[in-house]
Nanobody
């Protein structure tokens, strides 16, 4: 049973930091790409970052570049998203999802439909 469980969300003030975790199970962690998406209230889901061990690729959407850092811990089958200098526009439900190994290297042509195992996500609220 493939599972990806996002956690670590919460409420912070603008300029604050938060670290999200994505615990995975049911598949070989090092053979897939993991992407982070978010969905703000009333808006479409937005891809923000991706990490792939098979092709050694990490990417960030411009909206989070140099503020967020994605990393993986193979020993724990877990991916992290360190979020710094948070802004009110970062308020959203954050999801971690699984993709084919080449997904990150093709990030700018990939969409949410190229990932699977969507879960509940974790809510992040950034106040002014």
């Amino acid at each position: 049973d493939v599972q990806l469980q996002a956690s670590g969300g919460g409420s912070v003030q603008a300029g604050g930091s938060l670290r999200l975790s994505c615990a995975t199970s049911g598949f070989p962690f090092n053979d897939y790409a993991i992407g982070w998406f978010r969905q703000a209230p009333g808006k479409e889901r937005e891809g923000i970052s991706c990490i792939s061990n098979p092709d050694s690729t990490i990417v960030y959407e411009n909206s989070v570049k140099e503020r967020f850092t994605i990393s993986g811990d193979a020993a724990k089958n877990t991916v992290y998203l360190q979020m710094n200098d948070l802004k009110p526009d970062d308020t959203a439900v954050y999801f971690c999802v699984r993709g084919f190994p080449w997904t990150c290297s093709r990030w700018y042509t990939m969409r949410s439909s190229d990932f699977d195992s969507w879960g509940r996500g974790t809510e992040v609220t950034v106040s002014s």
